[in-house]
């Protein structure tokens, strides 16, 4: 049986499971696996995958992936966009039926007619994922309901339990620690639960700069209460996205990018600030190559990580070859994972990029780290090469995993990133 051994298994692993970001917990036992074994299955019915080859000679090779329940469907549940012919992967519900491509000449984000197009029918079946797609100007009938409107406007909210821009206060329950461990081993719980989104802390105010605060895994908003508690509120108002943090990174940023998208379009949204602990700057940064290629992220005014792992977490790779059942999250913390090795793909051909402000600590905690970290995460992560090269700034503290969010000079060197880059956001 799967379970049989996995007292013994975790007992031997312990040491290096625990620098992992909780990523497994000698206390959890084996019921978390048996409930995370449950919900993996669970995922599995709700998200697809597909593998997307898009065969394609056109001058102009801007790809919009429309995901449809129907053909003549009057909204969308979703859109990828891929600049140049190359495989991208799309992830779908299992409700969306079709996937709609077409070659968007002139980079709308509008499907006009004499742009070439297809319709391919999803299957059902999740052997069956490798989708190679022929764009054509003529044959099927294009979705009318779809011509020359913007995809932004169209996107269908009702399929996902995921909150958008709702009220909120730290001390609800969806932010409390035991929330933030259902998000590591029950995910799809937390989501159906109505735990996750993107929630305003402030009433929204226009006259008002948003910042939107992304937590680690095993975390929750509250995590940045010490920080919040000092931003100028005369500035800013607070955002703060809650997710379950077992999830695929990937899913999340294309989560969060949907998210984005129509908060932009709701409150027409001009600039944007981020700022991301730990395994949120992953999700972060997955969510800015994205929107970069789909030409969105003209709103976001500046990127700020603290403490993230962008070389990945050595002890993910543990997770993955030890652990009776593979939390998703595990896969794509692993250093070579396909998910480390796309981040901030394509970034440097982007004018438009949004400043990145890299804050990394380094104060050792406790007697099992045996290499230079914040007690979590190791410098040498933290400080990845490619990470170094896209930021605009590199900032340390002598803090560990944790109490970085609590550092005094934190805020100060946040405030001043926030105006510098707020003024070139404006400028350009």
Not at 175 to 183: P, Q, V, W, Y
Not at 209 to 214: K, M, N, R, S
Not at 362 to 381: A, C, F, P, R, T
Request: proline share 4%; net charge negative; aromatic share 8%.
């Amino acid at each position: 049986m799967i379970y049989k051994n996995c007292i013994h298994i975790i007992a031997m692993k312990i040491a290096k499971m625990l620098l992992a970001v909780a990523l497994i917990s000698v206390v959890s036992g084996c019921a978390n696996f048996r409930d995370l074994a449950e919900e993996v299955d669970l995922l599995e019915q709700v998200y697809v995958e597909y593998q997307v080859n898009i065969n394609s000679e056109h001058q102009v090779e801007s790809f919009v992936l429309v995901l449809l329940q129907q053909v003549d469907a009057e909204t969308i549940d979703g859109y990828e966009v891929v600049i140049g012919n190359r495989k991208i992967t799309v992830t779908a519900d299992t409700l969306s039926k079709y996937l709609f491509t077409f070659n968007d000449i002139n980079h709308d984000l509008r499907f006009q007619v004499g742009e070439a197009f297809s319709i391919t029918p999803l299957t059902e079946n999740s052997d069956n994922t490798e989708l190679t797609i022929t764009l054509s100007e003529t044959g099927d009938i294009p979705p009318t309901a779809l011509i020359d409107r913007p995809l932004n406007n169209l996107v269908n909210v009702k399929i996902s339990p995921a909150k958008i821009g709702a009220k909120a206060v730290l001390n609800e329950e969806k932010f409390d620690r035991d929330t933030a461990k259902l998000g590591m081993w029950k995910p799809v719980t937390h989501l159906l639960e109505g735990n996750s989104g993107v929630f305003f802390l402030d009433k929204f105010d226009s006259d008002k700069t948003p910042i939107l605060f992304i937590h680690g895994m095993n975390g929750t908003a509250r995590d940045f209460a010490p920080l919040l508690d000092k931003i100028d509120k005369q500035k800013y108002q607070v955002w703060v996205m809650n997710y379950p943090s077992g999830l695929p990174l990937e899913l999340i940023a294309n989560g969060l990018n949907s998210l984005i998208k129509i908060i932009d379009y709701r409150y027409n949204v001009k600039t944007l600030h981020i700022v991301a602990h730990s395994m949120g700057g992953l999700v972060a940064q997955a969510y800015l190559d994205l929107c970069r290629n789909q030409l969105g992220c003209n709103d976001i005014a500046s990127f700020t990580s603290i403490s993230s792992p962008f070389g990945g977490v050595s002890s993910a790779q543990s997770g993955i070859d030890y652990a009776p059942v593979v939390m998703p999250a595990w896969r794509d913390l692993a250093p070579s994972s396909d998910f480390i090795g796309k981040l901030f793909s394509g970034s440097e051909l982007h004018s438009t990029t949004p400043p990145h402000l890299l804050i990394f600590g380094y104060k050792m905690n406790g007697i099992l780290n045996q290499e230079s970290s914040d007690g979590v995460i190791s410098l040498e992560s933290q400080l990845s090469n490619k990470a170094q090269q896209r930021s605009v700034k590199v900032f340390g503290l002598n803090e560990d995993h944790v109490s970085i969010l609590s550092n005094e000079q934190l805020i100060q060197t946040l405030e001043s990133f926030w105006q510098e880059s707020q003024q070139a956001h404006t400028e350009r």
